[in-house]
């Protein structure tokens, strides 16, 4: 049962950490994306319908059944509401339109599951990301229950369908020839509008520059090596060069890397290990490059258990933006599997 709960929330774990591992940084947005989520039985913690607006890996707008409303999560989304209200109008009305449309099916996917009891999820993810050289990729995929349901190939039009079930909606949606050019029209169009007035609202915190803050602790291993662990945050934009040093060279033999992923305020961390054998360990320096330095960094380890309190809230504050989609519906099925309430899949 556990891993039924587990499997339930997947989908939209590895959607947001997809997108925020890939997400761009620099002087402009690349990509645009909404992620709609549906639950059978909702309450006050987790509303039957919402939908995240992104800019890259920022989130700019949230929308829920419980609002009816576009509310901006950043302070440039704010002005930019002030300012046009007829966009941010025109921005809610889809997300209303969108709302009663993904009920709809997320209705008629729980019927022929046969799910008419039980807490169930239905997820949606579309976006639009503009390539260096100005190509535009779009995306459209479907998940329920924490599982792969539909997903359209853009290159030929055609959907790809996981079970049986999904193939009946497939048939649904091939039988309304204007739904694919609605698609095409919202990712080539709306969505590139959508992050051209994004850009001009967000330009000065865009165009800023953080350095990171780094810290190296080590930890003993059982076979007595030890390892190395090099933590680099607060860093804006994303882009970062974090290499070890043994004597001066680079060193990269049995060095793991982690990727970098923004923090709750915008900023970004990143980390990197080493194994070593202790004996060694002056010799080696974590080196760090990034555009808000004035110069590279080399940075030492440090004694066993300073800093700790500021590397444990660095890690929290990272990992919150990535699990706080899917940390809500995890909480809210562990209740209905306490109640008994729970059909199961």
Not at 154 to 166: G, M, S
Request: hydrophobic share 35%; with cysteine.
């Amino acid at each position: 049962m556990e891993s039924r709960l587990h499997r339930r929330c997947v989908f939209i774990l590895v959607a947001t950490a997809d997108f925020l591992l890939r997400g761009c940084a620099g002087s402009s947005f690349h990509k645009f994306q909404l992620i709609y989520i549906s639950v059978s039985e909702p309450d006050q913690t987790m509303p039957k319908f919402t939908a995240l607006g992104y800019a890259d890996d920022q989130l700019v707008t949230r929308f829920d059944s419980n609002t009816e409303e576009g509310v901006p999560q950043v302070s440039w989304a704010k002005k930019l509401k002030e300012d046009i209200h007829e966009y941010w109008d025109r921005y809610t009305k889809v997300l209303e339109d969108s709302e009663r449309w993904f009920e709809n099916y997320h209705h008629i996917i729980r019927q022929y599951y046969n799910h008419s009891k039980g807490f169930h999820t239905w997820q949606m993810m579309v976006g639009s990301e503009v390539s260096p050289h100005g190509s535009n990729e779009a995306y459209w995929t479907f998940g329920y229950d924490g599982r792969d349901f539909l997903s359209l190939d853009k290159e030929t039009d055609a959907w790809i369908a996981a079970d049986a079930v999904a193939q009946v909606i497939e048939r649904m949606w091939e039988a309304d020839s204007s739904m694919i050019p609605r698609f095409k029209f919202l990712v080539e169009v709306v969505f590139i509008e959508w992050l051209q007035k994004y850009e001009a609202y967000a330009k000065e915190a865009l165009l800023r520059k953080e350095p990171p803050v780094v810290k190296v602790t080590r930890k003993p291993n059982n076979d007595g090596m030890e390892t190395l662990i090099c933590r680099a945050h607060g860093f804006y934009p994303k882009e970062i060069n974090s290499t070890w040093r043994k004597d001066g060279e680079t060193s990269g033999q049995d060095t793991v890397h982690g990727g970098v992923l923004p923090n709750s305020d915008g900023t970004y961390y990143n980390w990197l290990s080493i194994k070593i054998n202790p004996k060694d360990r002056n010799r080696y320096w974590c080196h760090v490059e990034h555009i808000g330095l004035q110069k590279p960094m080399d940075v030492p380890s440090e004694e066993p258990g300073s800093h700790v309190g500021i590397i444990i809230g660095c890690i929290l504050s990272g990992i919150f933006l990535l699990v706080a989609v899917s940390v809500g519906i995890y909480v809210h099925i562990t209740k209905k599997q306490g109640s008994g309430s729970s059909s199961g899949v």
